[in-house]
């Protein structure tokens, strides 16, 4: 996606249910209309976190399902991008549209892209998440991975959020997974590469969960 200095127009949000918090501006150096969504920071972040019942979501094919906190903090959200990148799209009509999260925001910023993709479908359409958590079942990870959408998932090192929800609960990563290991990023194959991050299930650590490609996270936003 690319470093988003220079961002400008920029309108940050907070939904007062989940807590989802980010903010959206146009980059002219990217030709870009970014969407930045935070991670886990507050109660209600946790809460939606927690709530990983899965749920039918058949937009995405029959017997698709979705972790239901995932995609209750998208659905609350949803109106406002949708409503801000209408606006910016009629303005900027060859910009790409970049969406971005870290953690649960990565959960939703995956969910976001498809919302924005079926929604402005002659726009192209980028997700990069870090962090991301596994958001549906593989009904759910085969959709994304056959929609014309630019996605890298990021995960550094053991991470232990995205080992989670387990795979025994019916959860499944969709491709684009790019693997930071002992300082270098590479690109895996698939949805669970035994060789990238798949490899790290046993060895989880919180820590790793804080920084990815040399960047730290924090929860200001």
């Not at 907070?14 to 807590?19: A, E, F, M, S, Y």
Request: with cysteine; hydrophobic share 40%; proline share 5%.
């Amino acid at each position: 996606m690319g470093g988003t200095a220079g961002t400008k127009d920029v309108t940050v949000f907070r939904t007062p249910i989940n807590g989802i918090k980010g903010y959206m501006g146009v980059n002219d150096n990217l030709r870009s209309l970014v969407i930045v969504f935070r991670g886990t920071v507050e109660p209600a972040n946790i809460a939606a976190d927690a709530n990983g019942m899965p749920i039918l979501a058949s937009q995405y094919g029959a017997g698709a399902m979705v972790h239901a906190g995932f995609a209750g903090a998208n659905a609350e959200v949803k109106s406002q991008v949708q409503a801000w990148v209408k606006s910016k799209v009629a303005q900027h009509p060859d910009y790409k549209i970049s969406v971005t999260g870290h953690s649960l925001g990565g959960a939703v910023a995956i969910l976001a892209g498809l919302d924005l993709l079926a929604a402005f479908p002659s726009a192209k359409v980028a997700v990069t998440t870090f962090g991301e958590p596994r958001v549906g079942n593989r009904v759910f990870a085969n959709f994304v991975d056959a929609q014309k959408m630019e996605v890298a998932r990021v995960v550094h090192e053991d991470d232990m959020v995205p080992q989670t929800p387990p795979p025994t609960a019916g959860y499944r990563h969709h491709s684009g997974e790019v693997y930071e290991e002992l300082g270098k990023a590479y690109k895996c194959v698939g949805q669970e590469d035994l060789t990238c991050s798949a490899k790290r299930a046993l060895t989880q650590n919180g820590l790793a969960h804080m920084s990815a490609l040399g960047v730290m996270f924090g929860g200001a936003c």
